[in-house]
């Protein structure tokens, strides 16, 4: 008997349980609401698990079939400082923009934090999910 959810039918992909993550990537860039902020750069900390299929990287030992983590995080710091958002909303939209479009990864979870944003706490941040395992 066919069960309701069936993963053979086609056009329906599997969901992906691998991921490559960055955490912690440390980028110093313009961004903030006040006139202050647009004239300084201020420390941003970047966490992402990207949805990957990591069977391939791993049978054929080949970076070229890997989300490879070190351009990435150089296209990431590259984007951000560049982009001189005012919030870390529209950094974070922009940055998953570009893992969909130039990377082609399918589902990813973003977290921005501006550790200086708010001297009490020890970071804010915003997080996203985008896109479906
Ligand atoms: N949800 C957000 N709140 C705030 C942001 C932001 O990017 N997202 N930014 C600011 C200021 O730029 C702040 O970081 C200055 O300390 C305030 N709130």
Request: include cysteine; proline fraction near 5%; glycine fraction near 6%.
């Amino acid at each position: 008997m066919q069960s309701i959810i069936n993963e053979s039918q086609p056009g329906r992909r599997k969901p992906l349980t691998d991921s490559v993550l960055i955490e912690g990537l440390a980028v110093e860039a313009v961004i903030g609401v006040y006139d202050w902020e647009r004239e300084v750069c201020q420390r941003l900390l970047v966490d992402l698990e990207m949805a990957w299929d990591n069977r391939k990287p791993a049978g054929s030992d080949d970076v070229a079939d890997a989300l490879d983590y070190a351009r990435v995080s150089e296209r990431v710091t590259h984007y951000l400082q560049g982009a001189c958002p005012q919030l870390l909303e529209t950094a974070a939209e922009g940055i998953a923009a570009l893992l969909r479009d130039e990377f082609n990864v399918r589902w990813l979870r973003l977290t921005l934090r501006k550790p200086g944003a708010v001297p009490q706490a020890q970071a804010v941040g915003v997080r996203i999910e985008r896109g479906d395992r």
